[in-house]
């Protein structure tokens, strides 16, 4: 009886030591998170060895594991859910059942997941897109698109603006009852990334008819020339997404070649004759200086040619929007910046509010001060409450 005590005291204290990860004090319902925090590290080492093991690339065994948090499209009492495409792009649609006297507002939602992971069908977006179209009675687009590693940029920023570009057809939008006066675009973390990359582009666009009137970025990802911005430093090993993790992300967006992570982590993966790109993304001059707390800008190291000349496309503004010269900032619509402390993209986001601020841009920027990267996707998290609330009253006022 004595040595069964022990073995199961022993087994508590191994396993409590394993659960517990280190949280910042403001963390809301610390031991909850622990708990999927716990969950999620130990699938992503079994990920990490079965890629050790050539079992398939990680990506794609990642993959796998979302497919399991997918759900149909189901229509219930509020809203009618339907699947179909956009020039020829996975979309699903969210439809509010009531009657409505006038044309509706429309959303073209744009999920995360590194370029690499994540659907529409997902639990935690279908929740999102559900929400919004009956809270806001509007009709809400979430959008596919290709994901790496099979494919890389610019397929899905191709993607996405053709699916857009698709639901902005006068005939479409007719089809919908949207109010083409009333268009918005939304996405978190790549998603953010995405939606801020097919703004630009559309604004650009002489084709381009109907005009967004908002933009919302959750957490976005906006750079990758600097990873060694205060908040990359500050939450280079917090739980969800580390520097590490980011730093994969964007590599696989562009190529398999493991060498230009290695790069991006080393944060010398820019060739001098690109070095002019740096101001506009220099946290020493964009950064309110809450968000620089002491910090020391570092002069960049610059790397060689090679990387920037096989995958060019980390240094195109399509794929890395804080790249935007001012004249492509000004006359952006509306835009709502949500970030997050404890998230290694706070500063992109924090960033991407000055330049757009000194642009003449109608900016409204929702710091979560206990939020962390992808806290919106935590159903029945009082912070995933909250941030959706946030966001769904800030698009009810501008959209």
């Known amino acids: 009886m004595r040595k069964k005590t022990i073995l199961l005291l022993t087994a508590g204290i191994l396993g409590a030591y394993y659960v517990y990860t280190p949280l910042p004090d403001n963390i809301e319902e610390p031991w909850r998170l622990m708990g999927v925090i716990a969950v999620s590290n130990t699938i992503t080492n079994l990920f990490l ?3 050790f093991l050539g079992i398939n690339h990680l990506m ?4 796998f594991f979302i497919f399991l ?3 149909p499209p189901t229509s219930d009492e509020n809203v009618t859910v339907t699947e179909t495409t956009f020039d020829g792009i996975p979309v699903r649609v969210y439809v509010p059942r009531r009657k409505s006297e006038t044309l509706r507002r429309g959303l073209f939602y744009i999920h995360g ?4 992971l994540g659907s529409a069908a997902m639990l935690s977006y279908d929740f999102l897109s559900r929400n919004t179209a009956n809270r806001l009675d509007a009709v809400v687009v979430s959008t596919n698109y290709r994901l790496a590693p099979k494919y890389h940029f610019p397929i899905q920023f191709e993607d996405v603006y053709g699916a857009l570009s698709w639901f902005l057809r006068k005939d479409i939008l007719e089809k ?3 109010d083409p006066e009333r268009v918005g675009v939304s996405g978190d973390s ?10 630009q582009q559309l604004l650009g666009d002489p084709n381009a008819k109907v005009k967004l009137k908002t933009q919302s970025l959750i957490y976005p990802a906006l750079q990758n020339l600097d990873l060694d911005l205060p908040s990359y430093r500050e939450n280079a090993e917090f739980p969800i997404l580390s520097k590490s993790l980011a730093a994969r992300y964007w590599s696989e967006y562009f ?3 493991r060498s230009l992570e290695k790069a991006l982590l080393l944060n010398q ?5 690109s070095s002019h790109l740096f101001k506009y993304v220099n946290w020493s001059s964009l950064l309110p200086e809450k968000f620089k707390k002491g910090h020391v800008y570092n002069t960049p190291t610059y790397g060689s040619s090679e990387l920037a000349q096989k995958y060019p496309g980390f240094l195109d503004v399509r794929a890395a929007p804080l790249l935007a010269e001012d004249t492509q900032m000004r006359g952006l619509p509306r835009t709502h910046v949500m970030t997050c402390q404890y998230d290694v993209l706070r500063d992109d986001g924090v960033m991407y509010v000055t330049r757009l601020r000194n642009n003449g841009v109608h900016v409204t920027h929702t710091h979560i001060e206990d939020g962390f990267h992808g806290a919106i996707s935590f159903l029945n998290f009082k912070i995933s409450n909250r941030m959706a609330n946030q966001y769904i009253d800030w698009l009810r006022e501008n959209l």
């Open 255 to 257: 190529t398999t070649d």
């Open 60 to 63: 794609n065994i990642a993959m």
């Open 113 to 116: 997941g590194g370029w690499c």
């Open 269 to 273: 993966h820019v060739p001098v004759d």
């Open 190 to 199: 790549a998603g953010g990334n995405l939606a801020a990359a097919v703004t």
């Open 49 to 51: 060895f079965a890629e």
């Open 176 to 178: 919908y009852g949207v």
């Open 69 to 71: 948090m997918e759900v």
